[in-house]
């Protein structure tokens, strides 16, 4: 799962926070000490996001926010119900906006190990095992990478705008799902889309089918939006697909990047010198 006068208003129904804080109990009963303090965190996030969460009904005809705001949440509820007549599940998410005054709603954590591709994963219920974690403090999260790189892994963590809960709860529109580009409608669009996905089409421990096929559905029905909104040579629509392909552009890299070190990694080469050419095509990949 891209601020203004954030808090003051719009707490979620106590039904929802109780549902969340059900399912949290229900969770830590089989958890571990690890999963028992991840989950802790991730209530609390959770939390904090509802209880601030405004109604978008609100926050149009709120004059204090900022005017590309409302003229992005104008769009919500279009998208969403472009989405259902499109098969997508219709869910009670993103009939609220929550101003998180922050960067990144969640920043995710993954490891993998140093010389082979064999990422870390972690089980939880109802998710079932998956290759990262997210985290709502960014202190947290660069703490737990630190525990992992000290393990042995390779560790990463990298800010993301938006996440699911997988219908479990009502997600709100994020902040940091409003992108400043002239993309934006077609990001928010795609955003609302692909997280709808995840309520609709979900296999626990699935994670590159789950996400695979959200990506596709999300772009594919984001660029449609925008087509039956604006019009196929709209400026709106030309700024999304300038967006798509550089995205393509950078995947076709990050692919390349992989099928190298793949065969280095299974090359007879020593360890040393498989971390000194890891070293050199990584810093290779970051100027492209």
């Not at 390349?256 to 080469?269: I, K, M, N, V």
Request: aromatic letters at 10%; glycine letters at 6%.
């Amino acid at each position: 799962i891209r601020s203004r006068a954030s808090g003051s208003s719009g707490a979620q129904p106590p039904s929802s926070t109780l549902r969340l804080l059900v399912a949290l109990l229900l969770s830590l009963a089989t958890a571990g000490c690890f999963e028992t303090t991840y989950l802790v965190q991730a209530g609390h996030g959770q939390r904090e996001i509802t209880l601030y969460a405004r109604p978008i009904r609100d926050v149009l005809d709120d004059e204090d926010e900022p005017t590309r705001v409302r003229d992005l949440l104008r769009h919500v509820g279009p998208v969403k119900a472009f989405g259902e007549r499109n098969g997508l599940r219709a869910t009670t998410s993103y009939s609220k906006y929550t101003d998180l005054r922050r960067r990144a709603a969640v920043w995710v954590v993954s490891a993998c190990a140093p010389l082979a591709f064999h990422p870390r994963t972690w089980r939880f219920p109802i998710a079932g095992e998956v290759p990262y974690l997210g985290w709502f403090s960014r202190a947290d999260a660069e703490r737990y990478a630190k525990t992992l790189r000290d393990a042995g892994w390779d560790a990463d963590v990298r800010p993301s705008a938006a996440y699911s809960t997988l219908g479990w709860f009502e997600d709100p529109v994020l902040s940091t799902m409003l992108s400043s580009g002239p993309d934006a409608v077609g990001d928010l669009a795609e955003t609302i889309l692909h997280e709808s996905l995840h309520a609709t089409f979900y296999v626990p421990g699935q994670t590159g089918v789950n996400e695979s096929v959200a990506s596709f559905v999300g772009e594919e029905l984001a660029s449609r939006y925008l087509d039956w909104t604006f019009g196929a040579g709209s400026t709106e629509k030309a700024a999304y697909l300038a967006t798509r392909k550089e995205g393509d552009r950078r995947a076709a890299l990050l692919i390349r990047a992989h099928q190298d070190l793949s065969t280095l990694y299974e090359s007879a080469a020593s360890d040393d010198e498989k971390r000194a050419k890891k070293a050199e095509r990584i810093a290779e990949l970051s100027r492209a």
